[in-house]
Nanobody
Framework: QVQLVESGGGLVQPGGSLRLSCAAS????????MGWYRQAPGKQRELVAT???????TYVDSVKGRFTISRDNAENTVYLQMNSLKPEDTAVYSC?????????WGQGTQVTVSS
């Protein structure tokens, strides 16, 4: 059974930081493209960052220079370090694993940036 379990969300003030984690089980993690998506109320889901098996990384423009995606293949975990958070970063953040037509999602973790 495939599971992606996110953690690390919460309430933070503008300018603050959070580190999201996504622990994967039931897949050959090192072979999967891993991504973080977010969905704010009333908006479409947005791709935030991706990291490929060999480490190639992409970010949406709005988070470049503030967010860092990384992966630990020994721990089957992908991370999203979020710094200089803004109110517009408020959303449910979800982890995605994708490879050869297989597509798995975590349940999501809420990130709220507010003073």
């Amino acid at each position: 059974q495939v599971q992606l379990v996110e953690s690390g969300g919460g309430l933070v003030q503008p300018g603050g930081s959070l580190r999201l984690s996504c622990a994967a089980s039931g897949i050959a993690f090192r072979l999967y493209n891993m991504g973080w998506y977010r969905q704010a109320p009333g908006k479409q889901r947005e791709l935030v960052a991706t990291i490929l098996p060999f480490g190639e990384i992409t970010y949406v423009d709005s988070v470049k220079g503030r967010f860092t995606i990384s992966r630990d293949n020994a721990e089957n975990t992908v991370y999203l370090q979020m710094n200089s958070l803004k109110p517009e970063d408020t959303a449910v953040y979800s982890c995605n694993a994708r490879s050869y037509g297989e597509d798995y999602w975590g349940q999501g973790t809420q990130v709220t940036v507010s003073s």
